[in-house]
């Protein structure tokens, strides 16, 4: 069964640097988003990505933030210079827009920076 | 604006019992999805069962079912013969429109708890 699947697992950077979270969403579907998760919180929105632009951000993802599909497979998710409180489980999903049906959550990465 | 509130931050329930995790939305778009996610504590987020706006029946997926009332703006997912493996994390999303963006706006969830 086809997955989305995210790279590192767990990344570990020190404050002030530049980290970029990968993802390989299912192949066949054109609607990406990125979400991240502070430990012990709900799930929060941070962009939605479609025809190579974005369809809308949330107000965490601010001018540090930026998504890219580089080669029409990986979508990334890049912090210009991370601060502390961007210690988060972040989550890549997919879906085909056919329907209202299932955004497919990849594992995770867990970002923790020091 | 959406909004969905889960007012149960903790639920026990004992193995082989049902149990009803409440949810409440609040949104003024006609149409809209109301799902909800397990999320064990390995940490992955795993799409339980899905319910449509416009659906006329509840969603039922195994052992799990969505009361879903539209007038009440009430979503609730009811989980039958509760399992020692079902002790998670239960979040309820409500996602806008795909020409809206088609984000998933969740909860704060509920963290369940099966005895044996």
């Known amino acids: 069964e086809p997955e989305v699947t995210q790279t590192p697992s767990h990344q570990v950077t020190q404050m002030g640097q530049e980290v970029i979270l990968r993802c390989v969403p299912i192949s066949n579907h054109l609607y990406f988003y990125w979400y991240r998760q502070i430990l012990g919180q709900k799930v929060e929105f941070l962009v939605s990505?479609?025809?190579?632009?974005?369809?809308?951000k949330s107000e965490i993802f601010d001018d540090q933030f930026s998504v890219e599909r580089p080669d029409g497979s990986n979508f990334t998710l890049k912090i210009r210079s991370t601060k502390l409180e961007d210690s988060a489980m972040y989550f890549c999903a997919s879906e085909t827009g056919l329907s209202y049906n299932e955004q497919f959550f990849g594992p995770g990465t867990r970002l923790t920076v020091l | 604006a959406q909004k969905i509130t889960q007012t149960q931050p903790g639920m026990f329930v004992q193995e082989k019992e049902a149990v009803t995790l409440d949810c409440t939305y609040d949104?003024?778009?006609?149409?809209?999805?109301l799902f909800w996610y397990k999320q064990p504590s390995s940490g992955e987020m795993i799409f339980l069962i899905y319910q449509g706006s416009y659906d006329q029946q509840n969603a039922t997926e195994g052992r799990y079912s969505l009361n879903f009332q539209k007038a009440r703006k009430s979503a609730n997912l009811v989980i039958s013969a509760s399992q020692l493996g079902d002790s998670a994390m239960y979040f309820c999303?409500?996602?806008?429109?795909?020409?809206?963006?088609?984000?998933?706006?969740f909860g704060q969830g509920t963290e369940l708890s099966v005895k044996p």
């Open positions: 999303a409500m996602r806008s429109p795909l020409d809206q963006g088609g984000k998933l706006i």
């Open positions: 949104t003024s778009d006609p149409s809209y999805g």
């Open positions: 990505f479609y025809n190579n632009e974005i369809s809308e």
